[in-house]
């Protein structure tokens, strides 16, 4: 017979493994989107298009707007931190020529940081079977990557953009789970959307003129990164934050480097590594240490 915690637990392993795969992939959409736009520009028509999708579904919906002003403000920052200043770091990093690899080494520091911040100052606990899965973690990602890092080609400019877009991923994931924990993720999506787009607008126009060679590649990558990414994908991490503890579900971000390494295997037959099939093993073994719990005792 399946409970209702089975058919949860079903649930919310779809939802991971979903978030794995369409944000590790996401990173390949957005490689080719920045052929034939620059980071703002780029980023301001992914919102638009965003917008598109999303106002007709809250007009005909009619889900709960913010209970207050407050809310609609914490929605507002949350959604700053995890779209416009976020992407705007990560996307600027890679059109400065940074590679996959040293963006996702610096990147997979994520959990970490939360580890560190929802122990300190949100109350979770974290034994030291998860602590150790962290650190696990993050060395196999190192692993996966290692071949690909050059360090020369960090430049200053490259190294502020990736960790800004590392801490805001960060605070905006803690943030969004701390003050809008209830919030209709609908209407979160496109006042989210909103804010990010009235942000980098300006600076796609006043930094990059706004050019954009319109071409079919880069409105596919538009079209996958808007509904699969910062919609559903976005969507299902905060159903999972608000589902478990914080440290457990952004552990999950260790695991989009490897599906890069797999895609890349897959798409242009790049054979990985046998350090990177190490590496793989080491971080799926981490993921299993922080996210694994026991069942709860069955009432007796």
């Known amino acids: ?8 637990r079903w649930f919310n392993s779809f939802l991971a493994w979903y978030f794995v795969t369409v944000w590790g992939s996401g990173y390949l959409a957005s490689k080719i989107g920045l052929q034939y736009a620059a980071p703002f520009t780029f980023l301001t028509l992914r919102f638009a298009f965003g917008i598109a999708c999303m106002l007709p579904i809250v007009l005909i919906v009619r889900p709960p707007w913010p209970a207050s002003r407050t809310e609609f403000g914490h929605v507002i920052v949350a959604g700053l931190l995890m779209h416009a200043t976020n992407l ?3 996307h600027y990093t890679q059109y400065l020529g940074v590679s996959a690899g040293i963006t996702a080494v610096l990147l997979s520091v994520q959990p970490l940081l939360t580890a560190l911040i929802a122990s300190r100052w949100m109350g979770e606990q974290l034994s030291g079977r998860q602590w150790l899965g962290v650190a696990l973690g993050l060395a196999g990602v190192l692993l996966v990557v290692w071949h690909k890092i050059d360090i020369r080609e960090m430049t200053l400019g490259a190294l502020l953009a990736i960790v800004t877009s590392l801490l805001a991923i960060t605070a905006g994931t803690l943030y969004q789970r701390a003050f809008c924990p209830l919030v209709d993720l609908r209407v979160s999506a496109l006042v989210q959307f909103l804010a990010s787009a009235a942000l980098l607008a300006p600076l796609a126009w006043g930094i ?7 071409a079919w590649p880069m409105m596919g990558a538009i079209v996958y990164l808007v509904i699969g990414s910062s919609i559903l994908a976005v969507n299902a991490l905060h159903t999972l934050m608000r589902h478990g503890e914080a440290t457990r579900v952004t552990s999950l971000l260790y695991l989009t480097p490897i599906l890069a390494v797999v895609l890349e295997f897959a798409i242009f037959h790049v054979v990985p590594s046998l350090l990177s099939i190490v590496g793989i093993a080491v971080t799926c073994a981490g993921v299993a240490l922080v996210a694994w719990k026991r069942d709860p005792p069955a009432p007796e």
């Open 1 to 8: 017979m399946i409970t209702p915690l089975s058919e949860r």
């Open 208 to 214: 990059e003129g706004f050019r954009v060679d319109w």
């Open 88 to 90: 705007g770091g990560s």
